[in-house]
């Protein structure tokens, strides 16, 4: 047992296994899931951002000739959709702000209302 122990067997072993930890994440089934995750993710946030617009956004821009948000109502939108999506997430067993990453969700967010916009 101290054979092990010794420092040379323990960086072997490291390095074997840092190793093995590499090919698993290069392989397809890392690739795969994380592709999975990351769309069940955008689909989260998709859903976060449709229901603030049914429950939210269309009430205001259809009491409104112009149909327009405020800069205030706009932030408050996102501000709701968001924690939707992380609510909606967390049913699913997904963390949205990890799988898309916390500093780039507003931009996720900004991209589905333009595309929505789009949409109809």
């Known amino acids: 047992m101290e054979a ?3 420092d040379g067997n323990l ?25 999975a995750r990351m769309d069940m ?6 859903a976060g951002v449709e229901q603030t ?3 939210y956004v269309r009430a205001i ?7 327009k948000l405020t800069d205030r109502e ?9 924690e939707s999506a992380l609510a909606f997430g967390r049913t699913q067993g997904i963390d949205v702000l990890q799988a898309l990453g916390k500093e780039y969700i507003d931009l996720w967010i900004t ?6 916009k789009l949409g109809e």
């Open 53 to 55: 617009y049914r429950t």
């Open 41 to 46: 993710a955008v689909q989260a946030l998709e």
């Open 74 to 82: 706009r932030r408050q939108a996102r501000l709701l959709a968001r």
């Open 4 to 6: 092990l122990l010794t």
């Open 11 to 35: 960086t072997l072993l490291g390095g074997i296994l840092g190793a093995i930890w590499t090919v698993a994440k290069s392989g397809e089934w890392f690739t795969r899931r994380r592709t």
């Open 61 to 67: 821009k259809e009491a409104r000739a112009d149909g």
């Open 111 to 116: 991209r589905l209302v333009n595309r929505q």
